[in-house]
């Protein structure tokens, strides 16, 4: 079966898209990745995405154009891929915000109306992905440690990370998932303050400055790193508004961000014990982040999902494909004890008729040149 993935992360720089086949072979799920690519937003939706994101407050109309722009831009990148004859869609959209209050996820929001998709390809669309799983109880995210748990499984001793707008790792010899805190986001919303730019090319600017380590222990103090998992963040917390007052230059503070992010991934790593770290997102294109994380790890093996296959700027968009097809099974893509729903929940809701399909929950997912 050919599933079409389609989302955009809490960095909202664009669509990433993932064409893949998966055939059932006794318990190991294989999958090739036919296709992938990136679509960025127009500058219309991208400005509005920033506009309605925390700590702004945005008006029902605008959410309705947000709807609407984000879904026909999905459709879009979806009709790209039809010459490949996809069979499903499934679409993640944008995030515009995950309802956290005193550890417990209330509701989550995601914009990109699914009939747009629907219409223009005139194939079934699963979306609206997270929300089962947070009335089950449970966070909601990190939704990857379905795709995770599968990859990894004759890896006991790693874990898996992915790097975006917010970090989430995955630990499945412990039935482990979570946000570790900001991945990206502190780091873009101070670079487009302070310089206009989206995001540090390479981390070139916080490599030429120096950690101010009484600003990272403030920093470290925010009662977040405290909780237990399961737990999930977002850019509720961590927006523009979360930025210190300080006297500090751009790049000293692009340092000390960039230290935030390696130092609260590398004591949840070090907390499990984990022998290999693979990593994916865009965080792995920050050479700087990457060496600050490789060396605060140590002795940890860090690597990116491209020794797995799964190319790391692609990683997100295959485990929604991966949630497509089983939804499209009637298979569930949530680890309760992962997400700390009360159940495994089947995830989405389905515009258009689904294929007839039958399959076995697998235990392994292989992915093939």
């Given at each position: 079966?050919?599933?079409?993935?389609?989302?955009?992360?809490?960095?909202y720089?664009g669509?990433?898209a993932?064409?893949v086949?998966?055939?059932?072979?006794?318990?190991?799920l294989?999958?090739?990745?036919l296709?992938?690519?990136?679509?960025?937003y127009?500058?219309?939706?991208?400005?509005?995405?920033?506009a309605?994101?925390?700590?702004?407050?945005?008006?029902?109309?605008?959410?309705?154009?947000?709807?609407?722009?984000?879904?026909?831009e999905?459709?879009?990148?979806?009709?790209?891929?039809?010459?490949?004859?996809?069979?499903?869609v499934?679409?993640?959209?944008?995030?515009?915000?995950?309802?956290v209050?005193?550890?417990?996820?209330?509701?989550?929001?995601?914009l990109?109306?699914?009939?747009?998709?629907?219409?223009?390809?005139?194939?079934?669309?699963?979306?609206?992905?997270?929300?089962?799983?947070?009335?089950?109880?449970?966070?909601?995210?990190?939704?990857?440690?379905?795709?995770?748990?599968?990859?990894?499984?004759?890896?006991?001793?790693a874990?898996?990370?992915?790097?975006?707008?917010?970090?989430?790792l995955?630990v499945?010899?412990?039935?482990?998932?979570?946000?570790t805190?900001?991945g990206?986001?502190?780091i873009?919303?101070?670079?487009?303050?302070?310089?206009?730019?989206?995001?540090?090319?390479?981390?070139?600017?916080?490599?030429?400055?120096?950690?101010?380590?009484?600003l990272l222990?403030?920093?470290?103090?925010?009662?977040?790193?405290?909780?237990?998992?399961?737990?999930?963040?977002?850019?509720?917390?961590?927006?523009?508004?979360?930025?210190?007052t300080?006297?500090?230059?751009p790049?000293?503070?692009?340092?000390?961000?960039t230290?935030?992010?390696?130092?609260?991934?590398?004591?949840?790593?070090?907390?499990?014990?984990?022998?290999?770290?693979?990593?994916?997102g865009?965080?792995v294109?920050?050479?700087?982040?990457?060496?600050?994380?490789?060396?605060?790890?140590?002795?940890?093996?860090?690597t990116?999902?491209?020794?797995?296959?799964?190319?790391?700027?692609?990683?997100e968009?295959?485990?929604?494909?991966?949630?497509?097809?089983?939804?499209?099974?009637g298979?569930?893509?949530?680890?309760?004890?992962?997400?700390?729903?009360?159940?495994?929940?089947v995830?989405?809701?389905?515009?258009?008729?689904?294929?007839?399909?039958?399959?076995?929950?697998?235990?392994?997912?292989?992915?093939?040149?």
């Open positions: 079966m050919r599933v079409l993935g389609l989302s955009s992360g809490t960095s720089d669509i990433d993932a064409l086949e998966f055939e059932p072979d006794g318990a190991v294989r999958a090739r990745l296709r992938t690519g990136t679509f960025p127009s500058d219309r939706t991208r400005d509005a995405i920033r309605a994101l925390p700590p702004n407050q945005v008006d029902l109309g605008a959410v309705c154009r947000l709807d609407t722009w984000i879904g026909q999905f459709a879009e990148a979806a009709a790209s891929y039809q010459a490949a004859e996809p069979e499903l499934c679409s993640h959209g944008q995030t515009l915000f995950h309802w209050e005193g550890g417990a996820a209330l509701g989550t929001l995601q990109g109306q699914p009939a747009w998709i629907a219409e223009r390809t005139g194939l079934p669309v699963v979306a609206d992905v997270r929300v089962r799983d947070i009335a089950a109880g449970g966070q909601g995210a990190p939704l990857a440690a379905i795709l995770d748990t599968l990859l990894l499984a004759d890896r006991p001793a874990g898996a990370l992915n790097i975006g707008g917010i970090a989430n995955t499945p010899s412990r039935r482990l998932a979570y946000d805190g900001p990206n986001a502190l873009d919303a101070a670079m487009l303050r302070l310089t206009g730019r989206a995001y540090d090319e390479d981390g070139e600017l916080a490599r030429s400055g120096r950690i101010l380590p009484g222990g403030d920093l470290l103090q925010d009662p977040y790193y405290a909780r237990q998992p399961p737990k999930s963040t977002g850019k509720e917390l961590f927006h523009a508004g979360y930025l210190p300080t006297d500090a230059g790049a000293d503070l692009l340092a000390t961000l230290e935030l992010t390696a130092v609260t991934i590398a004591t949840e790593v070090a907390e499990h014990g984990l022998a290999s770290l693979v990593v994916s865009g965080g294109r920050n050479a700087y982040l990457m060496e600050r994380l490789t060396e605060l790890v140590g002795p940890t093996v860090v990116t999902s491209d020794a797995l296959g799964v190319p790391a700027d692609s990683k968009a295959l485990l929604f494909a991966l949630i497509g097809w089983l939804t499209a099974h298979l569930a893509a949530t680890l309760p004890a992962c997400t700390g729903a009360r159940t495994a929940s995830l989405g809701s389905v515009t258009g008729p689904l294929p007839p399909r039958t399959a076995t929950t697998p235990v392994r997912l292989v992915v093939e040149p």
